[in-house]
């Protein structure tokens, strides 16, 4: 009898679980050439370029270039394809070159799944560009993790395909020690 009582909240935790993971971002029909065009209206808020201190100095690496500083995924997926690897070589060149540089890393998701889901999602997002960073060189202790999930997505207005994908992404952020 014990042994069931206990059993019951495990039931209910596992049951949860499994039905966050039933909502994952799944891929939407693919987007029209009309959706496309479309997309610069949709684009989600972008971060602030850091949030150093004023006057610290050389000035962040990309400030002007914001796809310098993004990676971008495909639904649920956390690997890095090609154009996302080169992003990130040429940002851990940058953190090489300058050790008072500090990069955030920001992991966002679209607005479909649940939010717990899609928070993990943007964890293992963080953490597999964080890892990449690592193993280009780039010091540990000048990387931090930020993972936002669907926090801001959520709040927006996207139902096209072409919306989606500028939210599935890892901003770099760049901060000065």
Known sequence: ???????LPFCLAAALLLAACATADRPPPVATDAAKAGTEQQKPPRPPLSTGRPGAGKPL??????AARTVYFAPGEVTIDSQGAEVLRQNAQKLKED?????????HTDNLGSPAYNLAVADRRTEAVSERLRSLGVPRNQIRRLPR????SSKQKCDSEACRRIMRRVDLVYERR
Do not use: K, Y
């Open 1 to 7: 009898m014990s042994s069931q009582r206990h059993a």
């Open 149 to 152: 999930g669907s926090e801001e």
């Open 99 to 107: 050790s008072q540089l500090i990069v955030v890393l920001v992991g």
């Open 61 to 66: 690496p990309f400030a002007d270039d914001d």
